[in-house]
């Protein structure tokens, strides 16, 4: 007997119970980012292996550790996407909708890291991610701040943080790394092995180490505020401005670095304390030369992403399981019945589009179908049967209210089913 495959580890189905969720969170995405005039771009899964080690960066974990990558039949190299910031400053270069423009884009979909699976964080995860091309000015880092704040408000989520940070110039940046390298090169013996060996390729990414040992040597590194740019300064405290104007809290974290090569001036996260370890759900920031690094015009950038598994684990957390309810559920009893109800519910469907309505199908008893009906969480059962076809009538019981059963004529049935759903 053959072995069963299962699914590869870290990737997993969304099963039907499940997926009203899925559906919940991106009917709400859609709504949310055209009413702030934010268009959908859709990108391929599979990128050009350059691409990312020109983005993200080729000494980073996620090109040296975490990609797909694998060669074509035409010895091409091929990776998954891991984000899709990168994808969609390629696609907006090749397709010459950044240079001298402004865009405002929202993606959606599957991303891939080959990293330890845990709740929230799989090899095949999904991510909702929100660009804004050709904006240099500080309003628009607000902008996508106080879109994340309504996404939460809108699907109900509570006790989530804002902390933002700056990162200055690139400029500004070079210097500081080079002061934090002499710093941290001083207290190299306490250094555990993974900050050893960021100190050689991305410096700052030290100063997120969660390694309670650094704790002190970390808190009393140079603060990269110091060796701003005024423009850099004056950016961030425009943005605070509109932060407090807007009545958006946030703190200040000075040790907020993001993870990936390209970010500078702003950087957020979206922070919760019911995920455990990995709190973040939502992050983005400035990533104004993206754009020229990969081969387009000089182009201001700033986005941000989150990831979607880790939003609806913590909405299962704060909220009570709700099913995807049913509002009908039709029993038909017998060939004719099914005929008419067929009909019947074709109409019902017709005018009433949003209405959620399960016609039985595959025959069986009364009690069969009864036990089907009560199952599927429907409000109504509507009966059609030999009697209820002879007087062209359905017989409405109610499944969920202390209601008695009535019987409506099939030429009021369409308007009396407003009043009873």
């Not at 002061?179 to 207290?187: A, E, F, K, N």
């Not at 410096?203 to 590194?221: F, G, Q, T, Y």
């Not at 943005?239 to 703190?251: H, K, S, W």
Request: proline share 3%; with cysteine.
């Amino acid at each position: 007997m053959s072995k069963l495959i299962k699914s590869i580890r870290g990737m997993h189905d969304v099963l039907p119970d499940d997926s009203h969720r899925w559906q919940t969170f991106e009917d709400t995405i859609r709504r949310l980012m055209s009413s702030y005039g934010y268009k959908e771009i859709r990108m391929p899964l599979v990128e050009s292996t350059d691409l990312f080690c020109r983005s993200i960066g080729e000494v980073t974990d996620i090109v040296e550790k975490e990609m797909y990558t694998f060669e074509d039949r035409n010895g091409d190299r091929l990776s998954l996407r891991p984000e899709g910031t990168a994808s969609c400053v390629r696609a907006g270069i090749q397709h010459g909708l950044l240079h001298n423009q402004v865009q405002r884009l929202w993606y959606n979909g599957p991303m891939f890291r080959h990293e330890r699976p845990q709740k929230g964080r799989y090899r095949q995860f999904h991510q909702f991610g929100a660009e804004v091309y050709g904006i240099d000015t500080p309003d628009i880092d607000a902008e996508l701040i106080l879109i994340g704040a309504r996404l939460w408000q809108q699907l109900g989520l509570k006790g989530i943080r804002l902390e933002i940070n700056t990162l200055g110039s690139n400029q500004a940046r070079l210097e500081y790394k080079q002061v934090l390298v002499d710093y941290l090169g001083q207290h190299h013996e306490v250094l555990d092995d993974d900050s050893k060996r960021r100190l050689l390729s991305n410096p700052l990414r030290v100063l997120d180490s969660k390694n309670p040992a650094m704790k002190e040597i970390l808190d009393n590194a140079p603060a990269l505020m110091d060796y701003l740019d005024d423009e850099s300064r004056q950016q961030f405290a425009k943005l605070t401005a509109r932060l407090d104007a807007t009545g958006i809290e946030y703190t200040l974290n000075p040790r907020l670095v993001r993870g990936l090569d390209y970010y500078c001036k702003t950087v957020f996260e979206w922070v919760t304390d019911e995920l455990g370890a990995q709190g973040t759900i939502c992050a983005g920031g400035r990533y104004d030369g993206l754009v020229e690094q990969l081969g387009g015009k000089a182009t201001p950038a700033i986005g941000f992403a989150l990831g979607i598994e880790r939003i609806l684990a913590l909405l299962e957390s704060q909220q009570e399981q709700q099913l995807d309810s049913i509002d009908i559920y039709l029993l038909l009893l017998g060939d004719a019945c099914e005929v008419r109800g067929l009909q019947l519910a074709e109409a019902i469907r017709e005018k009433y589009p949003d209405l959620k309505m399960i016609t039985h199908c595959g025959g069986g008893s009364f009690k069969s179908q009864m036990k089907k009906a009560d199952k599927s969480g429907a409000r109504i059962a509507l009966i059609l049967a030999d009697d209820e076809l002879k007087n062209e009538q359905v017989t409405l019981k109610f499944l969920r209210e202390k209601k008695e059963q009535t019987t409506v004529s099939f030429d009021n049935l369409l308007t009396s089913i407003a009043a009873f759903t």
